[in-house]
């Protein structure tokens, strides 16, 4: 199976230079889980012109520093792309920004939290299970970094894990073969420890910047997550 990754955003700065593109995050976290996946890179970011969504075997929406309110060339393009992929039923994932924007185009509510930022190792109650999520317990920990979040999910979308600071982390689509995240299964603690510190004095105080980097040695889920991303896409393909 190949997944085209939509590569919606950048890490910032030197950032950019220093670590793994975003798309690059996703293929060495999902390669490792399945080694016969093949990837495909559309910088949307860059105005890459989108591919027609009823001819991928599947997709992958990374996050970005933009939100779904700014007035980028490539949002519109995007929405369209995710309501194609809703009605082509073409497997379907987000993270982050890809969470948010998916939730967005298909009727949600996104916008910046009152809870402000959201940063460092953050653990989700598992309101509901499926199938792909194999071994799933009753949470699951990830780092993040967001101010914005899905306020109330679209129709046909339910809840399956949440937070007190994120109501709607994680949702899965009945009406569609798409599931999203906000947390990062695909930001190692080396990069994120580096964005943290970036954004030192910044977005972040001081005092943000290092609870989070301190929140960092609290157990991560990572891979798990990883792999029910690749048993979601996968099994909804063979469906």
Known sequence: ?????????????????????????FVRLLSAIDATLTFETVRVLDGAPLPGPEGLDAALITGSPSGVYDQTPWMDPLRKF?????????PLAGVCFGHQIMADALGGDVRKSPKGWGVGRHTYDILQKRS?????????????????QVIAPPPGA???????????????????????????????????????GARRGLSLSDEMADAAIESLRQPEDSSQVGEWIVRFLTSARAG
Not at 2 to 20: H, M, N, S, V, Y
Not at 82 to 90: E, N, S
Request: no cysteine; net charge negative.
């Open 1 to 25: 199976m190949k997944i085209t990754i939509l590569e919606a955003g950048r890490a910032p700065g030197q950032l950019a230079d220093l670590f793994p593109s975003y798309p690059d995050m």
């Open 82 to 90: 995710i309501r194609g992929a809703h009605q082509a039923k073409t």
């Open 132 to 148: 792909w999520m194999t071994d799933a317990g009753s949470a699951f920990s990830l780092a993040v970094s967001h101010q914005d």
């Open 158 to 196: 339910a809840t399956l894990a949440s937070s007190k600071h994120t109501d709607h982390a994680m949702l899965h689509w009945h009406d569609a073969p798409m599931m999203s995240v906000q947390g990062h299964p695909e930001f190692d603690d080396a990069f994120v420890s580096a964005l943290y």
